[in-house]
């Protein structure tokens, strides 16, 4: 039989996703047939995968798509059965089992959340089918004891499938022993049964400083260590997925190009500029709501975004469409990516009321297109070629929408006989579906080399390979592996 542990958090970003990963090329390095899982999933960060029986493509979480990938997988609906894209404070698109299953105001989705459970239970059933060992990694905290009498992310899926669990305490926001001591204090009886131990993430310095903490832990839990992690350098050169990331400044080298791109309310796809970032003569900007977008930008990303109208209204709102004004007129040029491609047309047009009340707004005018929203969303892998550089690329679309209009007779790419994408006449401002663009290796360096700087990186791709492998060196290296491997059942 399959054996599984879960990975939980005292909270959220506590690394869980990381570790998961990690974890998961561990288990693969030694030969172990392994399947990462999340049971439920919020973010609007997507990535596309495989709908098990079926010919079409649906939609996982990026944290399960680089799992696969530590896993050497192609990924699959079933890694990440539940997918909450938010749309708003208090509502959100459902996803289940890859595939849209409407809209849920926040209070509604609780009532849900038994149904979802069987899809849950469905999922983890057909991979634990075809593997060793799965590691199912948890959302949020189990110590969200309102939420449990409904919970199929954390504990509800841990009792009902019988995963044992580590529990992930985060020691670089402080208050890691009453993080892990508090958990268990308000666990009841059968929850905290479930634990087998505990990990610290995320500790700066001499190790050893921790033992007596471990020692407090032990008293109040009773819990063993698995061992204390590191901060790890390697997990810069992965995809990150939460938000929450891209608010920390990122060390400034010696830049030649600076990327700036507005964190919109719902940035979606953002890991679409690590690849630029990568690069030691690229600064990648992400300004924050309240702030201006700074005057000596060289480039302007407007990315992905899970409700397009509503985000550029908020673009508005910041005052960025006359910053972007100002910069067009200097010759600053302008990327839109999916959702900020349709911000930069003329109009967005939602004749049905797709993403909120029925009716058209104008958009920036960079591009001479127009879009309206479909019904019908497009998920799927794409083998193109750019019609901008005449190079190879690979990439992905996830989005509702289509877009037309003169600007679309210069391309960015061509999908077989199709065209994506839109170049204005004076080639500066220029947007695609294309998610991914930047990671095709062929593609960066021509941007680049337009731009009149030498791509370092010979594959992104590549990188992200080291870097998983790094990360399993170093969690073999400072944790007891063999032991929290073979506390999965």
Known sequence: MVRAIMLQGTGSDVGKSVLVAGLCRVAHRRGIAVRPFKPQNM??????????????????????????????????????????????????????????????????????????????????????????????????????????????????????????????????????????AGTHRILDEADRAMIVGYLIN???????????????????TGWRSFGVVPWLREVAALPAEDTVTLARTPPVGQARLKVVVPMLSRIANFDDLDPLAAEPEVEV?????????????????????????????????QGWEDDLRALRSKGTGIVGLCGGYQMLGRSISDPEGIEGAAGEVPGLGFLDVETVMR?????????AHSARYDVPLEGYEIHIGDTRGDDCSSPVAMIGNRADGATSRDGRVWGSYLHGLFSADAFRRSFLAERGISSSTTSYRDGVEKALDALAERLEEHIDCDALLAAAR
């Open 43 to 180: 973010s609007n960060n997507a990535a596309v995968a495989s709908i098990p029986g079926s010919v079409t493509m649906g939609e996982i979480g990026r944290a399960q798509w680089l799992q696969a990938q530590a896993s050497r997988l192609k990924p699959s609906v079933d890694m990440n059965p539940v997918l909450i894209k938010p749309e708003s404070d208090t509502g959100a698109q459902i996803v289940v089992q890859g595939r849209p299953l409407g809209f849920s105001a926040a209070r509604d989705y609780q009532s849900l959340k038994g149904r979802l459970l069987d899809a849950v239970m469905e999922s983890f059933t057909r991979l634990s089918a075809e593997a060793d060992l799965v590691i199912v990694e948890g959302a949020g905290s189990p110590a969200e004891i309102n939420l449990r009498d409904r919970d199929i992310a954390n504990m509800g899926f841990a009792t009902r499938a019988k995963v044992p669990v580590v529990l992930v305490g985060d020691i670089d926001r402080g208050g890691v022993i009453a993080a892990l």
């Open 202 to 220: 995320k500790f700066r310095g001499d190790l050893t400083l921790f033992d007596e903490g471990l020692e407090a832990i032990g008293r109040f």
């Open 285 to 317: 900007v992400f300004v924050p709501p309240g702030r201006r977008l700074p005057s000596d930008a060289d480039l302007i990303v407007l990315p992905g975004t899970k409700s397009t109208i509503a985000d550029l209204a908020f673009l508005r709102v």
């Open 375 to 383: 019904s019908e969303k497009t998920v799927r892998e794409v083998t």
